[in-house]
C-alpha cells in the first residue's frame, strides 16, 4: 500500500475569530483533488523548523513515508479542517492560541500571506446517525472547528444541544446550524471543569441519542464514562476524542 505524500500549500489569509482564535486560509496548486469536506475531517499539518522556508514532508513510497536526506524532522500537529472549499481552492483551519503558544499557534499567529506548510490527506470516522432521536455535541474551544462541522452535518429537525467550554464570553463565536447552544465559560478553574459539571446537570431528550465528544483528554474520559454508565448512552453512540492533555 503506498502512502500519498502530504501537499505543500501557502498562506492565503489569516484573521482572529477571537481574541485567542486564529483562522488561516490555505491554498495552492496541490489543494486540487482534496478530499477535506464533512464532519470532524482531521489532518496532520506539518510546519517548518527555524531556516527552513518551506517544510522537509516526507515523499509517499510503497513502505511508508521517506524523510529526505539530511533535513530536520518537522513539527507535527493534528488539526480539523474548518471549511473546505474546492471551488475557491481554499483550506481553513482554525489555531487555538495558548498561553506560551506551542510551535504550531506561534506558526499560525504570525503566519503572512506565502508561509508554506505541509498538510496530510484528511480522516475522520465520525457520521451523524440518521435514526437518532437526538444528538448531544461536547467540547472545549480546541474541538470548536470540529464542533462547527458537526452542527452542520447533523440531520434537520432532529433535536441537537450542544454544551461548549471557552475561557471567557469573549471566545464564543457564531456556530452553524440549529443546535441549542450552552457556552461554559472556564475563568480560573480547572480546565474541563466546568464542562463536566454543565453536561452532567444537562437535561437530555427522550429517546436513543448519539453523542461527539472532544477536547481534554481527561475530562473527556471522565464524561463519557458518566454518558455511558450512567445516563445510559450505547457505548457506540459516544464518540470521543481527546484532543490535549491538561498538566
Known sequence: ???????????????????????????????????????????????????????????????????????????????????????????????????????????ARDAKPGAWVGVSEPGGRYEPDPTADFHVVIGDETALPAVATVLEALPEGVPALAVLEV????????????????WVHRGDAAPGAPLAEAVRSATFPDGRGQVWLSGESGCVRDLRKHLIDERGFDRRAVYATGYWRAR
Open 167 to 182: 475561557a471567557d464570553a469573549a471566545e464564543e463565536q457564531e456556530l452553524p446550524g440549529k443546535a441549542e447552544i450552552t
Open 1 to 107: 500500500m503506498t502512502t500519498t505524500a502530504p501537499r505543500l500549500l501557502q498562506v492565503r489569509s489569516s484573521v482572529r475569530v477571537t481574541p485567542r482564535m486564529v483562522r488561516v486560509a490555505l491554498g495552492g496548486e496541490e489543494l486540487a483533488g482534496f478530499s477535506g469536506s464533512g464532519p470532524d475531517r482531521r489532518i496532520k499539518m506539518f510546519f517548518p523548523v527555524p531556516g527552513q522556508e518551506r517544510p522537509a514532508v516526507p515523499r509517499a513510497s510503497t513502505g511508508g513515508p521517506v524523510w529526505p536526506a539530511g533535513e530536520p524532522r518537522q513539527v507535527i500537529r493534528t488539526y480539523t479542517v474548518r471549511r473546505f472549499d474546492p471551488q475557491a481552492g481554499e483550506l481553513d483551519v482554525d489555531f487555538v492560541l495558548h498561553e506560551g503558544h506551542g510551535p504550531a499557534a506561534a506558526w
